[in-house]
């Protein structure tokens, strides 16, 4: 089988300077960036099946979409378990097997998020809480693979 690999940068803008100190105390907003694409998410097919390599792909935005939602998921658990994010980064990787006749699906997606938290005390709980996050997620709850989470959390 043919493999297709993918990596994507969620990035979250949404500290308004205080965190996630309070469910209303931050913005949703992020970026979603691949290396060598457009800032604006333009759209197309992959290169491989004759698409634009400039334009986001559906696979990328597949993967963004888990990323993404797995972030909101994780921002909100944090502010309820009174944890303040002050930073998350996720430098997502999936892998999309191709069958003979040319359709595929993925078989593997890693989130590789980066959290920057305030107090060092709640560490164990900050990366516990990724896996409740996994729980809650529309978009994992929707894949029929394991999406598996590599995080790291810094003071």
């Known amino acids: 089988m043919k493999k297709h690999n993918y990596a994507i940068k969620v990035e979250w803008t949404g500290n308004e300077g205080k965190g ?28 491989s099946f004759l698409g634009d390599k400039t334009r986001y792909n559906p696979e990328d935005l597949f993967l963004s979409s888990l990323s993404s939602c797995h972030m909101l998921w994780y921002l909100h658990l944090c502010s309820v378990h009174k944890i303040v994010v002050t930073e998350y980064i996720d430098n997502a990787t999936g892998v999309m097997e191709e069958t003979e006749n040319g359709s595929g699906k993925f078989t593997e997606v890693t989130l590789h998020p980066t959290v920057k938290i305030m107090d060092q005390d709640m560490i164990d709980k900050a990366i516990a809480l990724h896996e409740e996050a996994n729980k809650m997620c529309f978009i994992a709850n929707s894949c029929n693979f394991t999406i598996h989470h590599k995080p790291n959390v810094i003071i």
Request: hydrophobic share 20%.
């Open 20 to 47: 996630t100190l309070n469910y209303k105390s931050y913005n949703r907003n992020h970026n979603i960036i691949t290396k060598g694409k457009y800032d604006a998410i333009l759209g197309s097919s992959d290169p």
